[in-house]
T-cell receptor, first 111, second 113 residues
Framework: DAKTTQPTSMDCAEGRAANLPCNHS???????VYWYRQIHSQGPQYIIH???NNETNEMASLIITEDRKSSTLILPHATLRDTAVYYC????????????FGQGTRLTINP | SAVISQKPSRDICQRGTSLTIQCQVD?????MFWYRQQPGQSLTLIAT?????????ESGFVIDKFPISRPNLTFSTLTVSNMSPEDSSIYLC??????????FGQGTRLTVV
């Protein structure tokens, strides 16, 4: 079973920051938080991951709370092409390596 | 990042037949996985494809229905056997070197009629 909880859907205006929350209250100390997105039934695309520090790359920022029980993915300037289903996943780096997907958040960017 | 090619990209098949999906990665990878995505649903892991040994199946999936091969570190196949309309889904291949992010193929869209 997925170990994360996400809102089913969200809307955001084009050009604004999109903030996608994720709860992972049972996360273990060796589990990372990963974010993927899936655009219209294409293969999932990796966005970002982190352990406990905030992370930023060219696509997004990841803010993880100090207790690691929740996180927020931030798309700083959302565009129409960011409309997708966003998946928050917790995963260990060692061992089985598999990704277990929850239902994700369907993000719609509106013009 | 690895490049993953899946073939076919889509197919329409008659019930009772079988389809083999191929997954080719452009570099040697440690782990390969097969997922199913039913219409309107999230991804469900079918199995881990192990190089040189039998695949490791998740609960609810069995080898007779979804036989998997992985003859080397860059190639794997998934067969959907004795298909029924309920098998209509997108099937996705994924890979990881075990230390970084996982990458996905573009999927095979299967329709069983």
């Amino acid at each position: 079973d997925a170990k994360t909880t996400q809102p089913t859907s969200m809307d955001c205006a084009e050009g604004r920051a999109a903030n996608l929350p994720c709860n992972h209250s049972t996360i273990s100390g060796n589990e990372y938080v990963y974010w993927y997105r899936q655009i219209h039934s294409q293969g999932p695309q990796y966005i970002i991951h982190g352990l406990k520090n905030n992370e930023t790359n060219e696509m997004a920022s990841l803010i993880i709370t100090e207790d690691r029980k929740s996180s927020t993915l931030i798309l700083p300037h959302a565009t129409l092409r960011d409309t997708a289903v966003y998946y928050c996943i917790v995963r260990i780096i060692q061992g089985a390596q598999k990704l277990v997907f929850g239902q994700g958040t369907r993000l719609t960017i509106n013009p | 990042s690895a490049v993953i090619s899946q073939k076919p990209s889509r197919d329409i098949c008659q019930r009772g037949t079988s389809l083999t999906i191929q997954c080719q990665v452009d570099s040697q990878v440690t782990m390969m996985f097969w997922y199913r995505q039913q219409p309107g649903q999230s991804l469900t892991l079918i199995a881990t494809a192990n190089q040189g040994s039998e695949a490791t199946y998740e609960s609810g999936f069995v080898i007779d229905k979804f036989p998997i091969s992985r003859p080397n570190l860059t190639f794997s196949t998934l067969t959907v056997s004795n298909m029924s309309p309920e098998d209509s889904s997108i099937y996705l291949c994924s890979e990881t070197d075990g230390y970084t992010e996982a990458f996905f193929g573009q999927g095979t869209r299967l329709t069983v009629v």
